[in-house]
């Protein structure tokens, strides 16, 4: 049996409420909302209309009481789906006022005289308004001021409640489902664009809602990159075939890759893959509560990387992994310098790289959960022997 579609009120009301909580602490009035994942992080509002740049779209949240959406009027019959009530629009795209007025007079409402908003500024944000409707908006506020949202959202959003994890782990299922079936559409001769497109393919038969993310690359002896689009050149044996994916189901994403050898792996390959494997149960062991995400940087460099510094990894993506949620990747980043301490309920990826000489290089990715108890793989774990098409 499938889960239900999307969450109950009560976990954006939670949302909302442990926000709030912050904001008092951290002397704000509202929250600013501006971008699709923290609108859907507090309202639950879910479309692929995003992909039009037109049209801005505002949510507040302020310091009591449930959002406040400002939003153009072709959002207006989905938003009033979310547990939203309090829905203002306006025509858009409007070239004289694009919703800036509107958005004012709301903020001048809930927010007191110079009283501060919080906007995102942190690493992984941007704001989505233009340049010049930023000034306008922060000339109408009058005394108000805009200020960094002290990260509330990025803290909020690292722990996972159980519905967030059960749409997770149904996503990974979806991806498991598909790399189990690549003997299906991959081989020796065959173009690794149609790889591409007949993986997709297989990912919507196994339930995705869409898959917004598919890298890969192949190669003999390894790769030389893990985010480049596919070519028509043809597989070749001895090749190792790598598919990266992120497929969406409900709004949550996956993100965990496979490696495949094309006939017989050579004594290299097969030898990196193990090792790559035991470099993930060195990243599983150490994933505990009260551990570092630098921690976890130091155990898997330390299988993958062993003779080299210890502040430097063989992989070069530069991190061995990151949260994993409403997006593709979230903070925070498993690197040297990440002190952000590991607990329960959140979700991340173990993504070791080995060097394979010759500007190769292999990788490979795993989906986990942390628990009281320890880390828990939510992706069905890859064996130390490659699997061979």
């Given at each position: 049996m499938t889960a239900p579609r999307g969450l109950p009120r009560a976990e954006f009301a939670a949302r909302c409420a442990k926000a709030q909580v912050e904001m008092a602490r951290a002397g704000l009035g509202a929250l600013l909302l501006t971008t699709e994942v923290e609108l859907r992080y507090y309202t639950g509002f879910l479309t692929r209309f995003w992909e039009s740049p037109t049209r801005p779209w505002?949510?507040?949240?302020?310091?009591?009481?449930?959002?406040?959406?400002?939003?153009?009027?072709?959002?207006?019959?989905?938003?009033?789906?979310?547990?939203?009530?309090?829905?203002?629009?306006?025509?858009?795209?409007?070239?004289?006022?694009?919703?800036?007025?509107?958005?004012?007079?709301?903020?001048?409402?809930?927010?007191?005289d110079a009283g501060a908003i919080g906007l995102a500024s942190h690493l992984e944000s941007h704001v989505r308004i233009p340049r010049a409707d930023l000034h306008r908006l922060e000339a109408a506020?009058?005394?108000?001021?805009?200020?960094?949202?002290?990260?509330?959202?990025?803290?909020?959003?690292?722990?996972?409640?159980?519905?967030?994890?059960?749409?997770?782990?149904?996503?990974?299922?979806?991806?498991?489902r598909a790399f189990a079936r690549v003997d299906e559409i991959a081989g020796a001769g065959v173009p690794l664009e149609q790889v591409f497109r007949r993986f997709q393919m297989l990912c919507l038969e196994e339930g995705a809602d869409w898959v917004p993310y598919l890298a890969g690359a192949a190669g003999r002896g390894g790769y030389r990159d893990v985010i480049s689009p596919a070519t028509e050149a043809p597989l070749q044996p001895g090749d190792v075939l790598m598919l990266d994916t992120g497929v969406i189901r409900d709004g949550y994403f996956c993100d965990f890759d496979r490696n495949y050898s094309v006939g017989p792996p050579s004594a290299a390959v097969a030898s990196a893959h193990a090792r790559l494997i035991e470099a993930v149960d060195a990243g599983l062991a150490a994933a505990r509560p009260g551990a570092r995400f630098a921690d976890l940087f130091h155990a898997m460099n330390a299988v993958v990387r062993p003779s080299g510094p210890p502040d430097a990894s063989a992989s070069e993506a530069g991190r061995?992994?990151?949260?994993?949620?409403?997006?593709?990747?979230?903070?925070?980043?498993?690197?040297?310098?990440?002190?952000?301490?590991?607990?329960?309920?959140?979700?991340?990826?173990?993504?070791?790289?080995?060097?394979?000489?010759?500007?190769?290089?292999?990788?490979?990715?795993?989906?986990?959960?942390?628990?009281?108890?320890?880390?828990?793989?939510?992706?069905?774990?890859?064996?130390?022997?490659?699997?061979?098409?």
């Open positions: 505002f949510v507040i949240v302020p310091s009591a009481g449930a959002p406040i959406a400002v939003i153009p009027s072709i959002g207006a019959h989905l938003m009033g789906q979310t547990w939203v009530e309090d829905i203002r629009t306006w025509s858009a795209p409007d070239y004289g006022d694009d919703g800036i007025g509107l958005l004012a007079e709301t903020l001048r409402e809930v927010v007191p506020l009058g005394a108000r001021r805009l200020i960094d949202d002290a990260a509330i959202t990025w803290r909020l959003r690292t722990i996972k409640s159980e519905p967030e994890i059960a749409k997770i782990t149904a996503a990974v299922a979806v991806a498991d061995l992994g990151h949260g994993l949620g409403l997006q593709l990747t979230e903070g925070p980043s498993i690197i040297p310098g990440d002190d952000t301490v590991l607990a329960p309920g959140m979700v991340l990826t173990l993504e070791p790289g080995v060097d394979m000489g010759g500007g190769k290089i292999m990788v490979h990715e795993e989906d986990i959960v942390i628990r009281e108890g320890g880390a828990v793989c939510l992706s069905r774990r890859a064996g130390r022997e490659i699997v061979v098409i």
